[in-house]
């Protein structure tokens, strides 16, 4: 059963440009979060899809969207890029129907480098 | 509004030795708590987690954690630190139907042989 996976592992870019970050949820999981994690600093929730749909939105501006596949996946985008965009980003999903704890599982993330 | 808010950005322990890990959260209803592990250069693993059934916790790893209510707090513990502990350790909460983490800044691990 492949878990959480996200794509690339690595990504260096300008500031001023765009990057998309790809997630694949766990098998049977309906639910993506996206997080940014900052060097030295834990993981900061960004938003959340369900059925395609934004259903939660952390305190991030508007150059950060997304999107959810009618297959669970999601992308991150992120426009403008800053050099404080600089962080680790980890995709996490869960399922609805699970119920009770919401159980989060955290894929290995994506590096982004802004330079 | 949740917080979580982890007392030490650092511990250093002896191989065997016991590992205390505090946290303490703050949330207008009853939480959902949890512990993560991140090793270098990896994604976060759930060590356990409260979803109000008992009180004491067990995990992977031989971790477990106490909620104890009247003083907000969620720590975690480990009878006997093993080399292989040493990572950066995360205390989070959730609230029922809000489904997002909020997370604690972190405590690093050391384990000193």
Redesign the interface.
């Known amino acids: 059963d492949a878990g959480v996976t996200q794509s690339p592992t690595h990504l260096i870019k300008t500031r001023g440009q765009q990057v998309t970050l790809r997630c694949s949820p766990k098998s049977g999981h309906d639910t993506v979060s996206w997080y940014q994690q900052a060097l030295g600093q834990g993981p900061q929730f960004i938003f959340q899809y369900y059925e395609e749909e934004e259903r939660q939105r952390g305190n991030f501006p508007d150059r950060f969207s997304g999107h959810q596949f009618p297959n669970y996946s999601s992308e991150l985008n992120v426009n403008a890029l800053l050099l404080g965009d600089s962080a680790l980003y980890l995709c996490a999903s869960s399922s609805i129907l699970a119920g009770g704890s919401y159980e989060q599982y955290f894929g290995p993330g994506t590096r982004l480098t802004v330079t | 509004a949740q917080s979580?808010t982890q007392l030490g950005s650092h511990v250093s322990v002896s191989e065997g030795a016991l590992v205390l890990l505090r946290c303490n959260y703050s949330s207008s209803v009853p939480p959902?708590l949890?512990w993560?592990v991140q090793y270098p250069?990896?994604?976060?693993?759930?060590l356990l987690?409260y979803?109000s059934a008992a009180t004491l916790v067990k995990g992977i790893n031989g971790f477990e954690a106490e909620f104890k209510k009247s003083e907000t707090s969620f720590h975690l513990t480990k009878p006997s630190a093993h080399m292989s502990d040493a990572a950066e350790y995360?205390c989070?909460v959730?609230e029922e139907g809000?489904?997002?983490?909020?997370?604690?800044?972190?405590t690093r691990l050391t384990i000193n042989p």
Not at chain 2, 41 to 46: D, E, F, I, M, S
């Open positions: 979580v959902y949890f993560y250069n990896q994604g976060l693993q759930l987690k979803t995360f989070a959730s809000a489904q997002k983490l909020v997370f604690g800044q972190g």
